[in-house]
């Protein structure tokens, strides 16, 4: 007959209670003015299913945190922070689904303000999200928040779907 050590029994509770609680991670929002570097620090953060990040802005600058809309895992949620205006502001986001996140700042994506979290495991190339049609264009509205006045894209999509047509009006 065999006793289990009570340091034993110890061991085995901290265990079963860490693999309960969840965990929270902290990115920074990062405005180096100096350098000219907008950045999420750590740009790539590793966590477990259940766990939360949260993102916080160093100072006074406006930023935000929004999922690519193929930059997540098939059966993954997307992410979409409000806009971070003041020093101390967070975001918070709770990962239950594993693979990767990739996300981006969007007023500052020009800038590659961009970040990824990857929960467990980096997803395959097929395990990645297939945007609709319709995420895809409220994702280019969002974009053309900040970047409408050279998305000639955009302008030449409007332009065909005009119905008028001057030339033969009169
Ligand atoms: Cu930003």
Known sequence: MTYLPRSAGVFLASVFATSVVAAEHEVRIISDYENLRFVFEPSTLVIQPGDTVVWVNDVSEEHNVISYPGGIPNEGTSVESHYLTEAGE?????????????????????????????????????????????????????????????????????????????????
């Open 90 to 170: 967070t975001f918070r986001h709770t990962f239950t689904v594993a693979g990767t996140y990739q996300y981006h700042c969007l007023p500052h994506l020009l800038m590659g303000m961009t970040g990824e979290v990857v929960v467990s495991r980096r997803s395959t190339l097929d395990e990645f999200h297939i945007p609709s049609r319709d995420e895809m264009m409220t994702y280019r509205l969002k974009l053309l928040e900040w970047f409408d006045e050279d998305d000639n894209l955009f302008k030449v999509r409007l332009a065909d779907k005009s119905p008028d047509q001057p030339d033969h009006q009169h």
